[in-house]
């Protein structure tokens, strides 16, 4: 089975971990995988299976078709998905540390799969990839072209094309393979939702077909299915940042906002930070990107975000795993574990404490905690005009307690400063009338 995958960009071998002067070869419980360049901008994934000693070894039962005669050596199947992840794994993990400036840069990147099975028709492919951005192809391959009566297979001479990081088009696949197939050739249980999840966090929560998904890549098992759907749920996860990126995710600003506090923290100087209303922990990964950072801590109110930013933490090295501390803890009470950051960032975090609260939470900032640096993120309640869901008032997430103007978070932001030079700055596109979708302020001794 062949996947190629074409970029123009030349640096393809850093962000894939594989120089593209070698042909890299791993072997795995089904078969070997090799991966080869034809030219710096190409890379090939070959995976050979030898579907004979798979079915010696009580395998026969995953096959599409019956021991002996099956489709597994020739199409796109859960087997590539794994051999996908077995030699693409750091890349699909969103690393690079030799050029870490390629891993969130869109690449117009193309894959061609010559026999992609879709147990749904073409109309499937496009209804799973075209949300996500793609432009697809897919022409269907004759059962046999000698009996043109006997009409089409389900297996698609398909290419994709989209502009995009890679290590998302790597988990695009990674997921969807194995969901178009509509089979997996190994067991699937509770870690397998937490591969869905994880490998699913940043678009599958919004994907039309995501009920679909769900139940396909768990094996039709239900339970699971209900508990990754569940956990895609908002309200239900009690996740403070997921409805919010739900609406902005257009704009790209949820991952702005993240890189423009990595910047300030950087920027700052500071080798202890805290990240306060860590949620799952999608800020404190993009700290981990920077050895500045010899100690991160990240609190959160939420047990159930804790303990998915726990397993989040699992999936990095242990020398990056040793710098966090998750701590279960509130901005209302002291807490004396603080005391000592150089730095604090609060990432849309202070809209979901009721207003009354909100005086006891600055005097922990500003008078117990006090650290060099503190950054605050809030929407911009202004610009919620631009969108159409959001007319009438609302907020845009429910457990919203307030929403400020730009007004509103200046004022705020100069009663509570003390002794504290601050800077108010957007984050975002600005609009000529509403200004930026999200406002930041940077409080410094």
């Given at each position: 089975?062949?996947?190629?995958?074409?970029?123009?960009?030349?640096?393809?071998?850093?962000?894939?971990?594989?120089?593209?002067?070698?042909?890299?070869?791993?072997?795995?419980?089904?078969?070997?995988?090799?991966?080869?360049?034809?030219?710096?901008?190409?890379?090939?994934?070959?995976?050979?299976?030898?579907?004979?000693?798979?079915?010696?070894?009580?395998?026969?039962?995953?096959?599409?078709?019956?021991?002996?005669?099956?489709?597994?050596?020739?199409?796109?199947?859960?087997?590539?998905?794994?051999?996908?992840?077995?030699?693409?794994?750091?890349?699909?993990?969103?690393?690079?540390?030799?050029?870490?400036?390629?891993?969130?840069?869109?690449?117009?990147?193309?894959?061609?799969?010559?026999?992609?099975?879709?147990?749904?028709?073409?109309?499937?492919?496009?209804?799973?990839?075209?949300?996500?951005?793609?432009?697809?192809?897919?022409?269907?391959?004759?059962?046999?072209?000698?009996?043109?009566?006997?009409?089409?297979?389900v297996y698609y001479e398909t290419t994709l094309k989209i502009e995009t990081p890679l290590y998302k088009l790597l988990r695009h696949l990674y997921i969807l393979m194995p969901v178009l197939d509509n089979e997996k050739h190994y067991w699937v249980g509770q870690d397998e939702v937490e591969k869905l999840l994880h490998k699913g966090e940043e678009w599958l929560g919004d994907h039309p077909e995501r009920e679909l998904i769900a139940s396909r890549y768990l094996k039709h098992r239900r339970s699971?299915?209900?508990?990754?759907?569940?956990?895609?749920?908002?309200?239900?996860?009690?996740?403070?940042?997921?409805?919010?990126?739900?609406?902005?995710?257009?704009?790209?600003?949820?991952?702005?906002?993240?890189?423009?506090?990595?910047?300030?923290?950087?920027?700052?100087?500071?080798?202890?930070?805290?990240?306060?209303?860590?949620?799952?922990?999608?800020?404190?990964?993009?700290?981990?990107?920077?050895?500045?950072?010899?100690?991160?801590?990240?609190?959160?109110?939420?047990?159930?975000?804790?303990?998915?930013?726990?397993?989040?933490?699992?999936?990095?090295?242990?020398?990056?795993?040793?710098?966090?501390?998750?701590?279960?803890?509130?901005?209302?009470?002291?807490?004396?574990?603080?005391?000592?950051?150089?730095?604090?960032?609060?990432?849309?975090?202070?809209?979901?404490?009721?207003?009354?609260?909100?005086?006891?939470?600055?005097?922990?900032?500003?008078?117990?905690?006090?650290?060099?640096?503190?950054?605050?993120?809030?929407?911009?309640?202004?610009?919620?005009?631009?969108?159409?869901?959001?007319?009438?008032?609302?907020?845009?997430?429910?457990?919203?307690?307030?929403?400020?103007?730009?007004?509103?978070?200046?004022?705020?932001?100069?009663?509570?400063?003390?002794?504290?030079?601050?800077?108010?700055?957007?984050?975002?596109?600005?609009?000529?009338?509403?200004?930026?979708?999200?406002?930041?302020?940077?409080?410094?001794?």
């Amino acid at each position: 089975m062949l996947l190629n995958l074409k970029s123009h960009c030349p640096e393809l071998g850093f962000l894939l971990h594989k120089h593209p002067a070698k042909v890299h070869t791993k072997e795995t419980n089904f078969g070997q995988v090799h991966v080869l360049y034809p030219n710096p901008t190409e890379a090939l994934l070959l995976l050979e299976i030898d579907p004979l000693a798979l079915t010696k070894r009580g395998g026969g039962h995953a096959f599409a078709l019956k021991p002996y005669v099956n489709d597994r050596c020739y199409v796109a199947s859960s087997f590539l998905s794994v051999a996908l992840n077995q030699m693409f794994r750091t890349a699909m993990a969103g690393r690079c540390n030799k050029k870490p400036e390629l891993v969130e840069k869109p690449l117009n990147l193309e894959v061609f799969l010559p026999a992609l099975p879709s147990r749904g028709g073409a109309h499937l492919l496009h209804r799973l990839f075209e949300p996500l951005g793609y432009e697809v192809s897919a022409e269907s391959t004759p059962l046999d072209p000698e009996f043109p009566h006997w009409g089409n297979s389900v297996y698609y001479e398909t290419t994709l094309k989209i502009e995009t990081p890679l290590y998302k088009l790597l988990r695009h696949l990674y997921i969807l393979m194995p969901v178009l197939d509509n089979e997996k050739h190994y067991w699937v249980g509770q870690d397998e939702v937490e591969k869905l999840l994880h490998k699913g966090e940043e678009w599958l929560g919004d994907h039309p077909e995501r009920e679909l998904i769900a139940s396909r890549y768990l094996k039709h098992r239900r339970s699971l299915a209900r508990e990754a759907l569940s956990a895609l749920d908002p309200e239900r996860l009690e996740d403070k940042a997921h409805a919010e990126e739900t609406t902005e995710r257009k704009l790209g600003l949820h991952q702005l906002r993240l890189e423009r506090v990595t910047e300030k923290l950087v920027k700052s100087g500071a080798t202890r930070v805290a990240d306060l209303g860590c949620g799952e922990g999608k800020l404190v990964r993009h700290l981990l990107k920077e050895r500045q950072f010899r100690k991160i801590l990240a609190m959160d109110v939420a047990l159930e975000s804790l303990q998915r930013a726990e397993r989040n933490l699992e999936r990095e090295h242990e020398a990056k795993r040793q710098r966090v501390e998750l701590l279960h803890g509130s901005l209302l009470y002291t807490d004396q574990r603080l005391h000592q950051v150089d730095a604090a960032c609060l990432v849309e975090v202070i809209e979901h404490l009721d207003q009354e609260r909100l005086a006891r939470a600055a005097h922990n900032l500003f008078a117990e905690i006090r650290p060099q640096t503190l950054i605050v993120t809030t929407p911009n309640r202004e610009y919620n005009a631009v969108w159409e869901n959001l007319s009438g008032g609302k907020f845009r997430h429910p457990d919203h307690r307030f929403e400020w103007t730009r007004e509103e978070f200046e004022n705020w932001a100069e009663s509570v400063r003390g002794d504290y030079e601050v800077t108010i700055e957007g984050v975002g596109e600005e609009h000529p009338e509403f200004g930026c979708p999200s406002q930041m302020a940077v409080f410094q001794k």
